[in-house]
C-alpha cells in the first residue's frame, strides 16, 4: 500500500510562502499524486494532481522529484484564508482498484 | 452546477435503528466513495464502487453496507449502528479511474446514543 506521510501541522504568516512535503516510498508507477484541503466541516476540496516534475495551477504548485517517492505542495503567499487541512493522496499501488488512502493530513496555520 | 448531495446534513439516532444515508451526484461519474472523519485519524474509505452493481470494501467497511443499482446514487446504510459509528461522514464521485480529482458532499454528522 502505497502510505503517505506528512507533518502533522505547520503553521505560516500572511504573505509567505508554505511549502509541505509528502513521502510516499511505495508509489507505484501508475500513480499520480493529488493534494486536497479540507475546512473544517467541509468536505475536502481538490488542489493539484501530478505526476512528475513540476505543475502549476491558480491556487498551488506541484513539485515531484525524479524518483517520487516524495512530492511538495507550494503555496504562494498564504492568507488566512489557507488555514487548512491539507491531504496528499495516492492510489494503492495495485493497478487503479479505486482503494485510495487519506493520510492525517497537515493542519496548516496562518498567522497575521 | 457539478455537485455531489447528500442527505441528511445531520442525524441523532438510537443504538440498532437502520438508517440510510443518501449521496447522489450529476456528473455521470463512474466512482463513488464514502468516508468517515474522526479526531486524530482522518479521512478513511468505508466502501467504494467502481460502476453500477461493483462495490468493495475500503479501510473500515464493518457495520456498514452500500448499493449501487444507478450511476447517480450511492447510499450508505447502517443497518444497527452503534456508538462508534458516531462519526462526520463524506460521499464523494470521480471519473472512472481513481486518484483522479474527486468532489466531494457537504458532509453528514452522524451521532449515535
Known amino acids: 500500500l502505497a502510505k503517505t506521510t506528512q507533518p502533522i501541522s505547520m503553521d505560516s504568516y500572511e504573505g509567505q510562502e508554505v511549502n509541505i512535503t509528502c513521502s510516499h516510498n511505495n508509489i507505484a508507477t501508475n500513480d499520480y499524486i493529488t493534494w486536497y484541503q479540507q475546512f473544517p466541516s467541509q468536505g475536502p476540496r481538490f488542489i493539484i494532481q501530478?505526476?512528475?516534475t513540476k505543475v502549476t495551477n491558480e491556487v498551488a504548485s506541484l513539485f515531484i522529484p525524479a524518483d517520487r517517492k516524495s512530492s511538495t505542495l507550494s503555496l504562494p503567499r498564504v492568507s488566512l484564508s489557507d488555514t487548512a487541512v491539507y491531504y496528499c493522496l495516492v492510489g494503492d499501488g495495485v493497478g487503479n482498484t479505486g482503494k485510495l488512502i487519506f493520510g492525517q493530513g497537515t493542519t496548516l496555520q496562518v498567522k497575521p | 452546477e457539478a455537485q455531489v448531495t447528500q442527505n441528511p446534513r445531520y442525524l441523532i439516532t438510537v443504538t440498532g435503528k437502520k438508517l440510510t444515508v443518501t449521496c447522489s451526484q450529476n456528473m455521470n461519474h463512474e466512482y463513488m466513495s464514502w468516508y468517515r472523519q474522526d479526531p486524530g485519524l482522518g479521512l478513511r474509505q468505508i466502501y467504494y464502487?467502481?460502476?453500477?452493481?461493483?462495490?468493495d470494501k475500503g479501510d473500515v467497511p464493518e457495520g456498514y453496507k452500500v448499493s449501487r443499482k444507478e450511476k447517480r446514487n450511492f447510499p450508505l446504510i447502517l443497518e444497527s449502528p452503534s456508538p462508534n459509528q458516531t462519526s462526520l461522514y463524506f460521499c464523494?464521485?470521480?471519473?472512472?479511474?481513481?486518484?483522479?480529482?474527486?468532489?466531494f458532499g457537504q458532509g453528514t454528522r452522524l451521532t449515535v446514543v
Open positions: 464502487s467502481m460502476n453500477v452493481e461493483v462495490t
Open positions: 501530478g505526476y512528475k
Open positions: 464523494a464521485s470521480s471519473r472512472a479511474l481513481a486518484n483522479t480529482e474527486a468532489f
